[in-house]
């Protein structure tokens, strides 16, 4: 047997990642991509299935209701989808949902993701939190192994 395939320590990857480096959240995006298709297919669905005296009853007022509602759904579930981690050599670029938050690494004191957390928070130097849910706790371990990426580089990088 070639002495690269007998079993014993592998060498472990960089802790680190190289930068620039994003994380997305893989649940929230999978469910909101499945839901957003869904609701668009069920709409779709339900009007092909009214025979053609039933869609002439509708008002533009109820028609215009149910886009209104469609589009309403589908701007949630674009804020989950979105969210993500930006990281390079200035700093960590959070957005969650719509809204975006560009820190330094100075700013960054701790990052944790306690059990049973929803995501990865992170304490600021000036005595705030920052929620980063674009490492979702509901990603397992996926999740942790994200945290300890960015913990590892606000550990390493120059401040």
């Known amino acids: ?3 690269a395939s007998e079993p014993g320590p592998r060498p472990q990857p960089p802790l680190a990642p190289t930068l620039p480096h994003t994380w997305r959240p ?3 995006r999978l ?3 499945v839901l957003g298709v869904g609701l668009v297919v069920v709409y779709a669905a339900a009007w092909l299935s009214f025979d053609q ?3 002439d009853a509708f008002t533009g007022f109820q028609i215009g209701t149910v886009f209104t509602l469609t589009g309403l759904g589908l701007f949630c579930v674009y804020a989950l989808v979105r ?3 930006t990281a390079t050599r200035d700093g960590l670029l959070v957005v969650n949902g ?3 938050r560009q820190l330094a690494w100075e700013q960054i004191v ?3 993701l306690s059990p049973g957390a929803p995501w990865v928070v992170l304490d600021l130097a000036d005595g705030t939190t920052c929620n980063v849910m674009a490492i979702q706790g509901s990603d ?3 999740a942790r192994k994200c945290a300890r990426q960015l913990r590892a580089l606000v550990m390493e990088l120059p401040r």
Request: glycine share 12%.
């Open 1 to 3: 047997m070639p002495a």
């Open 26 to 28: 893989l649940g929230p």
């Open 31 to 33: 469910v909101g991509t």
């Open 53 to 55: 005296e039933v869609r």
């Open 83 to 85: 969210s993500r981690a």
């Open 98 to 100: 719509y809204r975006r």
């Open 110 to 112: 701790e990052v944790r």
């Open 140 to 142: 397992g371990s996926h």
